[in-house]
């Protein structure tokens, strides 16, 4: 081997280091890039999975709170219409009620035809109101409070025995003297239905 040939494997061999460092240098800040866009791909990645998540929850959210905002008012709606038919047959049965005693305020005369049919008549309206406030109480069963529901009930009891006086044993009296009762218990049976509605 020559001269030449050893100073250039010399030279080569001097070199070397830097040529591996200089390589070295260079494939290091190449890798540390490609480490820094693969963790930053990643942290992308990962924060659209989250971003994802979150989203899929809110809309889950968004959904239930309207659903129950929707059942809500769906209950509120059905409790209002039952309660306005519990006050119309409150208001029909003492109709009924005063309608029977007045029966009972004028002279019988069984052998009138017309007399006949307006005694029917007064029945059959009690009949119906009671049949109807018996509907009315079982749906406010089912949709109001305690409170509500006894109050009415209260109200269909005394209801029910002044019309049984009246109409079986013709007791003129006794609608007069369950007067007081019967109208304290209609007020605390519409103050029932108001309070439940809400109004004051």
């Not at 709170?65 to 769906?74: A, C, G």
């Not at 029909?92 to 009138?112: F, M, R, Y």
């Not at 007399?115 to 406010?140: C, G, H, N, P, T």
Request: charged share 30%; with cysteine.
């Amino acid at each position: 081997m020559g001269r030449v040939d050893r100073a250039a494997a010399a030279l080569v061999l001097f070199l070397l280091p830097f040529i591996a460092a200089a390589a070295g240098a260079y494939l290091g800040a190449y890798l540390r890039k490609k480490g820094e866009n693969l963790a930053t791909h990643e942290d992308i990645e990962k924060l659209d999975d989250q971003v994802r998540v979150v989203t899929t929850t809110a809309k889950e959210i968004e959904a239930k709170i309207s659903d129950e905002l929707w059942n809500r008012q769906k209950r509120w709606e059905l409790k209002r219409e039952v309660l306005f038919e519990a006050a119309k047959s409150l208001a029909e049965i003492d109709g009924a009620i005063i309608g029977l005693d007045s029966l009972l305020q004028v002279e019988t005369k069984p052998d009138e035809l017309g007399w006949l049919q307006i005694e029917s008549e007064k029945y059959a309206k009690w009949k119906r109101a009671a049949v109807r406030f018996d509907e009315a109480k079982i749906l406010v069963d089912m949709v109001c409070e305690r409170e509500t529901s006894k109050a009415l009930a209260t109200f269909q009891i005394i209801a029910t025995q002044i019309a049984e006086a009246v109409t079986r044993n013709r007791d003129a009296e006794f609608r007069t003297k369950s007067s007081k009762e019967l109208s304290l218990s209609l007020l605390a049976a519409r103050a029932a239905v108001r309070k439940e509605l809400g109004i004051d």
